[in-house]
């Protein structure tokens, strides 16, 4: 954590929860973050809850996220859902890239590329993921596979434009397993993530750039992780399902 930059702790509920379970669990969390003014809190629920958890967080520290959009603005692409729509349903952010989505859906580099132009050509803020496979880990091949991902996901973003993205490091083999990251092997990632930033763009941008670390962050790894320099929030998965532990999460010391 770096007090110039303001943490980011987001929930990503995937594929979980009616709009009435949504509902109610961000009713509770709301409670207990609500005096919370010193980072920014993200939900991300499915699509089909985001009008409901809107209303729910209308005048609350909690901003919206989508999970996922497509990079043209309507038209003939049957179950996608666009960057106007998500707006519509109150959307802030919009996370890109996800792990998941490269590896079930046939997301790449140049994909999301096109996914972050588009969210920042109308005005949302895109959370980009990006993080290595165990096999490409062991294969030595960790700061050529982020570097790709990095250059490939940002190609032609403007160093302006630069300044809205959020960059989640979300290691393949710490996703959903129960595997953190040392803190320190997230930390080397992060610095390497932003090291790569300031060389594409300038120190400027590289020091506002706020990373965050995903992968099994609980209520109990969550301050080691960000009393870390270069990590400035978390991206969770299943610890954010439950409102007491997504509050821990968001009120790490
Ligand atoms: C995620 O979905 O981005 C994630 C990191 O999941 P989990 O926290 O469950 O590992």
Redesign the pocket.
């Known amino acids: 954590m770096h007090p110039k930059r303001k943490p980011i702790i987001a929930g990503?509920w995937?594929m979980n929860m009616t709009a009435v379970d949504a509902v109610d669990l961000v009713r509770k969390l709301s409670y207990s973050i609500v005096n919370v003014k010193d980072r920014e809190i993200v939900v991300a629920p499915p699509f089909t809850s985001l009008a409901a958890v809107e209303e729910a967080i209308r005048d609350t520290n909690i901003a919206l996220a989508a999970q996922n959009m497509h990079w043209v603005d309507k038209g003939a692409f049957t179950g996608e859902i666009s960057a106007d729509m998500l707006l519509d349903s109150g959307c802030k952010y919009v996370?890109i890239g996800?792990?998941?989505r490269r590896q079930f859906f046939g997301e790449t580099d140049e994909t999301v590329n096109k996914k972050i132009k588009q969210a920042l050509k109308k005005g949302l803020l895109p959370i980009m993921?990006v993080g290595e496979t165990l096999a490409e880990r062991e294969a030595g091949k960790l700061d050529e596979i982020i570097s790709r991902q990095i250059t490939g996901g940002l190609k032609e973003i403007s160093a302006d434009d630069m300044k809205k993205v959020v960059i989640?490091y979300?290691p393949v083999w710490?996703?959903?397993?129960?595997k953190t990251a040392t803190p320190e092997q997230a930390n080397e990632v992060h610095a390497l993530i932003r090291g790569k930033v300031k060389s594409l763009y300038n120190a400027d941008v590289a020091e506002g750039l706020r990373i965050q670390y995903?992968?099994?962050?609980?209520p109990e790894n969550v301050s080691q992780l960000m009393a870390k320099p270069d990590i400035d929030g978390a991206?969770?998965?299943?610890?954010?399902l439950k409102p007491d532990s997504f509050a821990a999460l968001v009120n790490f010391k």
Do not use: D, F, Q
């Open positions: 990503n995937k996370i996800h792990s998941e993921c989640a979300e710490a996703i959903g397993t129960g995903g992968g099994s962050v609980t991206l969770v998965g299943g610890a954010s």
